[in-house]
């Protein structure tokens, strides 16, 4: 953990009632205050016939890279993947709307850069 400067996540979520985090927080809360980790990406792809949760435990992420403790962390980017036959609906609209719902300091942080993007992407079958 003393050289470990970055770091890249990728989870797919395949059914309903996956946290979409899969308890990700947890475990960087238990780093948080033992690296030198400098950027975090996270990119989530939900599977075709998925939804997504849009509720509080996107928070918890904002909860602990805010937290003292990342004396490194420059850059948070977290990417969601959707389905393109999800583009426009109720699901993308509401991930869109995560940063102001569930990131409230990081996307105000003047610390830590945060990156925040939803896509459509065509699935592959």
Not at 13 to 32: C, K, M, Q, T
Not at 92 to 108: D, G, I, K, N, Y
Request: net charge negative; glycine share 4%; charged share 25%.
């Amino acid at each position: 953990m003393h050289t470990l400067k970055h770091i890249v996540i990728t989870i797919r979520v395949d059914e309903v009632d996956d946290d979409p985090l899969f308890g990700i927080p947890s475990d960087l809360e238990d780093i948080r205050s033992k690296n030198v980790i400098e950027s975090v990406t996270i990119e989530i792809r939900v599977g075709m016939d998925t939804s997504c949760s849009q509720g509080d435990a996107w928070g918890r992420l904002d909860e602990v890279f805010t937290t003292p403790g990342w004396f490194a962390l420059k850059r948070v980017s977290l990417a969601i993947r959707v389905p393109r036959y999800h583009s426009g609906n109720e699901l993308e609209v509401a991930l869109r709307r995560l940063p102001e719902t569930q990131f409230p300091r990081l996307s105000t942080s003047n610390l830590v850069s945060f990156d925040f993007e939803v896509k459509s992407v065509q699935v592959r079958v």
